[in-house]
């Protein structure tokens, strides 16, 4: 089907207009008129090509609300009308231990990203939510529960998820130590997240600058990690430790802030790392992990917990063709906390 989206040819080329076709519906897809598209840091890498794998032309967005417009023969979960999200994935083997165990993301073979991936079948390209329209394979695509405000829903696709399946992996709950690094897009997500879990959360920071975002978003304490007499008197204070930053940073200081058997979980950064001593993990058997995404299963579920809990990103909303000023803006950090786009304002002429 003809629809149009946002596109970057090149790496040092603005995102603009871009008419193209989307894979004809096969029987078990579902069709949707996209309402909403979040705006992820992984979107600017990508247009960019920070990561070195990037295909033009690119349309970004894996933070996706919309209203189902077509179904196929084979779909038993959504009618024609339903509001239905679709975040980072869009297909998986199916068949891998993983993916029977609800771990798409874990697949075996690779999932299909939304964007900038080769589909399964037909090998083309695929591209994301930056768009009016989007074909999905109906196991992907979640449903949005009653009461949940689609508008500032998108969000919890990417930075939600992400910072979610670390949580209840690490089986956060009341009572739990969690101490959050960064206050951005994933940051303020899983502050918000862990306070609603019941647990005691601590955003770490290097200035004191955030102590009234972060106490306003459900956490207790700021810990200035730049103050040495702080971070002394925080030593063996944490269960776990959800770092969202995502750039190349020293973990060093942060090691010996968790308690025995605690874990540093990396959710931000994509690449390399700086070197760090392995004494604090040797003496303290505490450890460092990453985390994707979860699976749809528990994307479901976080979904889920959102609306009985009314958990939902800060975001602001933009037009379509503010996306250029979003990217300037999203790498000075001068977003709170997530950029939402009103694909309303996208027309296919």
Same mark, same amino acid.
């Given at each position: @089907?003809?629809?149009?989206?946002?596109?970057?040819?090149?790496?040092?080329?603005?995102? =603009?207009?871009?008419?193209?076709?989307?894979?004809?519906?096969?029987?078990?897809? *579902?069709?949707?008129?996209?309402? &909403? +598209?979040? *705006?992820?840091?992984?979107d600017?890498?990508?247009?960019?090509?920070? /990561?070195? /794998?990037? *295909?033009?032309?690119?349309?970004?967005?894996?933070?996706?609300?919309?209203? *189902?417009i077509?179904?196929?023969?084979?779909?038993?979960?959504?009618? #024609?009308?339903?509001y %239905? %999200? #679709?975040?980072? @994935?869009?297909?998986?083997?199916?068949?891998?231990?993983?993916?029977?165990?609800?771990?798409?993301?874990?697949?075996? =073979?690779?999932?299909?990203?939304? &964007?900038? +991936?080769?589909?399964?079948?037909?090998?083309?390209?695929?591209k994301?939510? &930056?768009?009016?329209?989007?074909?999905?394979? =109906?196991?992907?695509?979640?449903?949005?529960?009653?009461?949940?405000?689609i508008s500032r %829903?998108?969000?919890?696709?990417?930075?939600?998820?992400?910072?979610?399946?670390?949580?209840r992996? /690490?089986?956060?709950?009341?009572g +739990?130590? #969690?101490?959050?690094?960064?206050?951005?897009?994933?940051?303020?997500?899983?502050?918000?997240?862990?306070?609603? @879990?019941? %647990?005691?959360?601590?955003?770490?920071?290097?200035?004191?600058?955030?102590?009234?975002?972060?106490?306003?978003?459900?956490a =207790?304490?700021?810990l200035?990690s730049?103050?040495?007499?702080a971070m002394?008197?925080?030593?063996s204070?944490?269960?776990?430790?959800?770092?969202?930053v995502?750039?190349?940073?020293?973990?060093?200081? &942060?090691?010996?802030?968790?308690?025995?058997d605690?874990?540093l979980?990396?959710?931000?950064?994509?690449?390399?790392?700086?070197?760090f001593?392995?004494v604090?993990?040797?003496?303290?058997?505490?450890?460092?992990?990453?985390?994707?995404?979860?699976?749809?299963?528990?994307?479901?579920?976080?979904?889920?917990f959102?609306a009985?809990?009314?958990?939902?990103?800060?975001?602001? @909303?933009i037009?379509?063709?503010?996306?250029?000023e979003?990217?300037?803006?999203?790498?000075?950090?001068?977003?709170?906390y997530?950029?939402?786009?009103?694909?309303?304002?996208?027309?296919?002429?």
């Amino acid at each position: @089907m003809k629809t149009i989206g946002f596109a970057c040819t090149a790496a040092d080329a603005p995102l =603009e207009p871009f008419v193209f076709e989307r894979r004809a519906p096969r029987a078990n897809d *579902v069709v949707m008129e996209i309402l &909403y +598209s979040g *705006v992820c840091h992984s979107d600017l890498h990508t247009a960019r090509n920070d /990561w070195g /794998w990037t *295909v033009y032309p690119n349309v970004p967005g894996h933070e996706i609300v919309g209203r *189902v417009i077509e179904i196929g023969t084979d779909v038993t979960k959504y009618k #024609v009308g339903d509001y %239905a %999200a #679709v975040g980072c @994935m869009v297909d998986s083997c199916q068949t891998c231990d993983q993916c029977r165990r609800g771990e798409e993301q874990l697949c075996r =073979e690779g999932n299909t990203n939304t &964007y900038n +991936s080769p589909d399964r079948i037909t090998g083309e390209i695929t591209k994301g939510g &930056y768009s009016k329209h989007l074909v999905v394979r =109906e196991e992907f695509a979640c449903r949005i529960p009653d009461g949940l405000d689609i508008s500032r %829903a998108a969000p919890l696709l990417c930075a939600g998820i992400t910072t979610y399946s670390p949580l209840r992996t /690490w089986n956060v709950g009341p009572g +739990s130590r #969690v101490g959050v690094i960064g206050l951005g897009g994933l940051g303020h997500m899983a502050v918000k997240l862990a306070s609603a @879990m019941g %647990a005691e959360v601590t955003v770490l920071s290097r200035s004191a600058d955030k102590a009234e975002d972060a106490r306003s978003l459900g956490a =207790e304490k700021l810990l200035i990690s730049t103050n040495p007499e702080a971070m002394e008197e925080a030593q063996s204070s944490f269960d776990l430790i959800i770092d969202t930053v995502p750039v190349q940073h020293d973990l060093a200081p &942060y090691l010996p802030l968790l308690d025995v058997d605690g874990t540093l979980v990396i959710v931000g950064q994509v690449g390399p790392m700086n070197a760090f001593n392995s004494v604090p993990l040797l003496l303290g058997r505490r450890r460092v992990a990453g985390s994707p995404i979860g699976g749809i299963r528990q994307t479901q579920e976080m979904l889920d917990f959102c609306a009985r809990k009314n958990v939902l990103p800060d975001v602001e @909303m933009i037009r379509m063709d503010q996306i250029t000023e979003a990217f300037e803006r999203m790498e000075r950090a001068d977003v709170r906390y997530r950029f939402v786009i009103d694909m309303a304002s996208l027309e296919l002429t």
